[in-house]
């Protein structure tokens, strides 16, 4: 009884806050998925990095009372102003019995899923590099000693891993009072059923069909890498976790593409922002998303916003670099330092990488024929769409996976092949939804505008034009 009073307790202060976040960032109220994922995905960055940062001065009951005092005062605040905006109109498609059908049939995959991740037990990552960080966080108060991040015998489990996922699951483990891997797998699932109403908002808006964007959503986790390969959702690691975030990310600004609303371009912003703070994939997720929509608004000669569009992020990234200089933590062995000198020697492993990565996509067991479906929904994206939301697609899934192959060159494992093998499964993940977007923009016929609508546009209380609030 008292886990489960812990469990809901730990759940409600980052809904709570994550909600706050979100009705601070827009202007009206959102629908029932919208708001359940990015009160998910906005809460569990605001508690990681209020942790984090209260780790820094305090511990134990003050910390954590702090933190949940914080989701407290934003959820206050966002309700206060959920309460300003009229309630949606009723969505006429929710009536229809297909919808309903759809509905009760991804509930009973996501209880499935939730069954198979507590029948398994956590992954080697899952293990070493994140639920590692967060018991020695709950051993030390709710914050990671400052030893850890120097200490050489740990470097296995990289201490120079930003901390969203770990200190989540810190809090969780908090508020049970005990390190427990079997509930902390419960946080996955979450996750994954945040990405997933991001996934069926961003189909069905490409696509302009609602079922398409539920189809998408049904056969995801039956691609075969995302439920039996080292990554997948049921063994707590960081990928999936990530590319939902990604996704988000994408989703608001492809909507700000299409609408102009400020409140799209602050979501991407900030989601995009959080990249770094869950994954060191992250800064070049945000890297090439910063630089996509920063290109964008210059093209528009929207200076101000190309700079907001890249500062929420640039600060995160930094923040984290000065910590880890500040702790002397110990750098990652992994891959060598950027250098003309390391590129020139290790150019001839192009081949090598590209070989692999080929042997990567066209391997039946993880991916069975989802990277060809994908490759065809591309050549069919450039035959036939000439518009800025095909080109920043195209873009947001090519630039990531030329970078990821490209990293191997500085590889500094003694077999680099087997540094591919062991990590690349893993990076592909992250950027399956992405993926599924330009498959369902395949789908769309050029002649048929979306019948989702766009978000509302800013009411007279919104700023015309983008701020970087």
């Known amino acids: 009884m008292i886990t489960a009073v812990g469990i809901f307790a730990a759940l409600f202060t980052i809904l709570a806050a994550g909600f706050g976040v979100m009705m ?68 006429t498609h929710s009536s229809k019995t297909g919808e309903w059908i759809f509905i009760a049939l991804f509930l009973l995959e996501l209880a499935a899923i939730i069954v198979v991740s507590f029948q398994h037990t956590l992954g080697w990552d899952g293990l070493t590099v994140w639920e590692l960080k967060a018991r020695f ?23 120079e891993y930003p901390l969203l996922l770990p200190l989540t699951e810190t809090w969780l483990y ?17 996750w994954y059923a945040a990405t997933m109403s991001i996934l069926w908002m961003s189909v069905s808006l490409l696509a302009g069909k609602r079922w398409i964007g539920w189809i998408v959503v049904l056969i995801f986790p039956l691609v075969p890498c995302i439920y039996s390969a080292p990554g997948g959702i049921t063994v707590g690691y960081a990928d999936l976790p990530l590319g939902g975030i990604y996704l988000a990310a994408i989703f608001y600004l492809l909507r700000y593409m299409e609408n102009s609303a400020p409140e799209d371009f602050a979501l991407s ?34 200076i101000r916003a190309a700079l907001c569009s890249l500062l929420p992020g ?42 692999e990565f080929f042997l990567a996509i066209s391997d039946k067991s993880l991916w069975d024929f989802f990277w060809l479906l994908g490759l065809v929904a591309l050549v069919c994206i450039l035959l036939r769409e000439r518009t800025a939301r095909s080109a920043a697609l195209i873009w947001l899934l090519l630039a990531p996976l030329s970078c990821y192959c ?60 983008t701020d970087c609030s």
């Open 269 to 302: 912003v900030v989601l995009g922002a959080t990249l770094p703070w869950m994954k060191r994939e992250g800064v070049i997720l945000w890297m090439v998303l910063s630089i996509g929509s920063a290109f964008w608004f210059w093209k528009k000669r929207d």
């Open 314 to 355: 640039a600060a995160i990234i930094a923040a984290w670099s000065i910590f880890l200089r500040t702790v002397h933590s110990v750098p990652s062995r992994d891959f060598a330092p950027t250098s003309w000198a390391i590129l020139k020697t290790n150019l001839a492993r192009v081949s090598g990488i590209a070989r």
């Open 137 to 159: 966080a709950f051993l030390n108060g709710g914050a990671l000693p400052i030893a850890y991040f120097a200490d050489t015998a740990r470097r296995f489990s990289h201490p």
């Open 24 to 91: 601070l960032l827009i202007r009206r109220r959102p629908g029932m998925w919208e708001a359940f994922a990015l009160a998910w995905l906005l809460g569990t960055a605001t508690v990681s990095l209020a942790l984090w940062t209260g780790g820094l001065f305090i511990r134990g009951i003050a910390l954590q009372m702090m933190v949940a005092v914080i989701c407290m005062i934003f959820a206050a605040l966002g309700f206060s102003h959920w309460r300003k905006f009229p309630a949606p109109a009723p969505n």
């Open 174 to 190: 908090l508020w049970i009072g005990a390190c427990d891997q079997f509930w902390v797998k419960l946080l996955f699932p979450i």
């Open 406 to 465: 490209a990293s191997y060159i500085f590889s500094a494992w003694p077999d680099y092949i087997a540094h591919i093998d062991t990590s690349l499964p893993r990076l592909l993940m992250q950027l399956t939804p992405i993926a599924w977007l330009l498959i369902a923009l395949a789908l769309r016929s050029t002649s048929t505008l979306p019948s989702t609508p766009p978000a509302p546009r800013p009411t007279a209380q919104s700023a015309h034009g």
